[in-house]
């Protein structure tokens, strides 16, 4: 995988075309990333206990690494030359 946790990424093609944001989780092995604020939908939850009513929920699925490129920040070293 080209990216790991803490990348700052941008989503290039798909419905989040054009946002960006940071990686808080990876699966290598699916070859998936979880996008902070990223391909969020929203889930129907059934109540926790007896009595109390379910809740739509939002929640933020993985992309496929192959959907995002990591956004280059200054590092060190060039923040040093200018």
Known sequence: MHVKKGDNVIV???????????ILRAFPKLDRVLVEG?????????????????????K??????????????KTKKQEAKS
Do not use: C, F, M, W
Request: proline letters at 2%; charged letters at 30%; a positive charge.
């Open 12 to 22: 290039i093609t798909g419905k989040d075309k054009g946002r960006s944001g940071k």
């Open 60 to 73: 933020a699925y993985p992309l496929h690494v192959s959907n995002v490129k990591i956004v280059q920040t």
């Open 38 to 58: 990223v391909n969020i939908k929203k889930v129907h939850e059934r109540g926790k206990k007896q009595g109390s009513k379910g809740q739509i929920v939002e």
